[in-house]
C-alpha cells in the first residue's frame, strides 16, 4: 500500500509535465520535479511565441579544463532540434555555458550576463542548501536566457521569474511548498479525512 501511495504522489508531482510534447530538460542529476515543471513552462513558451528551443543540461559530468561545451553537445545530438540554444549548468568543475545552434541565435542574448545570473545564486552566502541553489541558478539563468532571447525577438514572457535571488528563492519555495502539501494530503491528510468520515457512517 505504501509503495502504491508513492507512486501516485510521484506520478502527481509529474503528471503536469506529461502534458507538454516538448521537454527542454536533455540531461538531468540535478533538478527537483517542481522546478523541471516551471523551466518547462518557460521553455514551452519560447518555442511558441519565438520558435526557439531552449534546453537544458543540467549534470555532474566533469568539465576538464579545455573541453569545449560545444564538443560535449555532440553526444546529444539525437536530443535536439534546430534552432536551439542550450544552456549547460556543470557544477562538478564550475562549469556554466550556453551553446547556440548558429550565430545569429548568439546575438539574442548576452552570455555574461546569463551566466553571471546562474553564478550568482550559488555564490550567495544563505541558509538555501547547495542543492537548492544549483535549483535556483538553474531556473534563474535559464529564465534569464529566455527573456533575453524574447525580448530581441520583440515579445513578451509571462512565464519567466525576475532576475532577482531573492524573489526566485521564493517562487522555488512556494513551488516546493505546494507539492509538500500535495504529499502531505495524499499520506496524512486523506486517510485522517476518510477514518473521520467512516466513522460518521458508522
Known sequence: MNIARVR?????VLFPLFLYSYSPIIKNELLKPEVELKITQIGTELLDK????????????PFPRGYSMTE?????????SEPYIVFVFA???????IVASSKELEN???ESSVED???GVVATHDSNTLED????AILQGFSELADQVA????VMMINTIPNDTKQVVHVLQYIIYIGSLLVFWIFIGRPIFLRIKNGRKK
Do not use: E, M, Q
Not at 8 to 12: E, Q, S
Not at 50 to 61: K, S
Not at 133 to 136: F, L, M, S
Not at 151 to 154: D, L, R
Open 91 to 97: 557544477p562538478h568543475d564550475k562549469r556554466v555555458g
Open 133 to 136: 541553489k544549483y535549483n535556483i
Open 8 to 12: 501516485f504522489a510521484l506520478l502527481a
Open 151 to 154: 525580448h530581441a525577438k520583440g
Open 72 to 80: 560535449y553537445l555532440k553526444n546529444f545530438g539525437d536530443s535536439l
Open 50 to 61: 519565438c520558435g526557439i528551443n531552449g534546453y537544458i543540461i543540467a549534470t555532474n559530468d
Open 108 to 110: 539574442l542574448y548576452d
Open 117 to 119: 545570473a546562474a553564478i
